[in-house]
């Protein structure tokens, strides 16, 4: 995106889900980056409705962005929700960057912890590691797995984009401690790994 080192970038979520065609989204994503919004994704439950494919979902909005880019000189990233079973996950996302993705998401509790590892293998692209299931993984106290140790393997596994929640947000979680301790597991040293981005929301 060519960003400044520790700049923010803010993102949207667009929710194709509520019967939005393939055109809507892309006039959405269109006036977000005339806007200044510098990451787009799709709503985790949109995966290839006959109202709004994938392919279709995907050329459209590239071109949209296209457009915007060349009247704000800014690039913007879109990540289509490519989430599906594990012996379909490579061709949705061959299909996805044919039509224009310069990014990929994919909850990997519906498609497995590996599908992170099979698209970093595969795709050099960003991926959103969409956590959508973790809070059911290890929320009883005592029992399940931290949050920390998910982000962990998420960032492990190949994720680039992981979501650390904000202080006070309706979802499940929320303290200071907790965003902060999920910050220095996505960015603190751990090797040769790259740092993951903190998404908050």
């Not at 005339?34 to 071109?63: Q, S």
Request: with cysteine.
């Amino acid at each position: 995106l060519g960003v400044k080192p520790g700049e923010l970038i803010v993102g949207t979520i667009v929710k194709p889900t509520a019967g939005l065609t393939a055109d809507e989204v892309a006039d959405i994503c269109y006036q977000a980056a005339l806007g200044g919004v510098r990451f787009i994704k799709d709503d985790e439950k949109m995966l290839n409705p006959a109202y709004c494919p994938l392919e279709a979902r995907v050329r459209r909005v590239a071109a949209a962005l296209r457009r915007a880019e060349d009247q704000t000189g800014q690039r913007v990233l879109y990540a289509p929700h490519i989430t599906t079973s594990p012996w379909r996950l490579a061709s949705a996302a061959e299909t996805a960057l044919r039509a224009g993705a310069n990014a990929l998401m994919v909850n990997f509790f519906a498609a497995g912890f590996q599908s992170l590892e099979l698209l970093r293998r595969q795709f050099e692209v960003p991926v959103y590691a969409h956590c959508g299931g973790k809070e059911a993984f290890g929320r009883e106290p005592g029992q399940g797995v931290a949050p920390e140790v998910v982000a962990r393997f998420a960032r492990l596994l190949g994720g680039d984009y992981f979501r650390t929640g904000v202080i006070g947000g309706y979802l499940v979680g929320g303290s200071r401690q907790e965003l902060d301790s999920l910050t220095a597991v996505l960015t603190g040293p751990m090797g040769p790994v790259p740092t993951a981005a903190p998404v908050l929301s």
